[in-house]
């Protein structure tokens, strides 16, 4: 896994756990935290995939 995934997937975590927390005190900036968490989730699946792309057809290139 690619080390800006592993960023994304970190941040994306601490969003959601300050989304419960803010929540839990019953402030509506929570609904920020939800959609960092929504953002840095799509950012964290973009670079696996990218990451499992360029593996796979560098393996491709190399057998072939």
Do not use: E, K, Q
């Amino acid at each position: 896994m690619p080390r800006i995934a592993l960023y994304a997937l970190v941040v994306c975590v601490l969003a959601v756990v300050a989304a419960v927390v803010s929540f839990a005190r019953g402030s509506l900036l929570g609904i920020v935290w939800v959609l960092i968490a929504g953002l840095s989730s799509n950012m964290t699946w973009f670079y696996v995939r990218r990451h499992r792309l360029a593996a796979t057809t560098a393996t491709a290139s190399d057998a072939g």
